[in-house]
């Protein structure tokens, strides 16, 4: 554990996502939560934080060819996507890899604990549901 100049020897992790969570599980997460952090400011994170992928956020006015580039990225149409000269996604919408093609609503979508969107639930059903 030491070595002969008394200095410890690092830790040794698997991958990133793994690292990243043990160093806040240990050293992080004792002093938010002695500090009450969660009550006032934002949630503890949770595994699907680590676990997921990156994602990428898109935010612009409308007509301005968010959807057109997510897809040319896919090289497909994916479900929900509507494209016109009015606004047609006036709601949050998470594309993702999967087996199978599919559309889960918002609210189904927070309670996942496999999903990084709990977080989204402090918005409430209006935003959800939309």
Do not use: C, W
Request: no cysteine.
């Amino acid at each position: 554990m030491f070595r002969k100049n008394g200095k410890k020897d690092p830790e040794l992790f698997q991958n990133v996502s793994e690292g990243l969570r043990r160093l806040y599980r240990t050293k992080l997460f004792p002093l938010e939560d002695a500090y009450r952090f969660h009550d006032f400011h934002s949630p503890a994170l949770e595994d699907a934080d680590f676990d997921n992928k990156p994602m990428v956020l898109l935010v612009g006015q409308y007509s301005t060819g968010k959807t057109t580039f997510i897809r040319h990225l896919m090289e497909q149409d994916f479900p929900g996507m509507r494209i016109g000269p009015e606004p047609t996604t006036d709601s949050f919408i998470a594309v993702m890899h999967g087996e199978q093609e599919g559309v889960i609503p918002g609210n189904a979508l927070v309670v996942d604990p496999k999903k990084p969107f709990r977080k989204l639930n402090a918005f409430g059903n209006a935003f959800l549901n939309r």
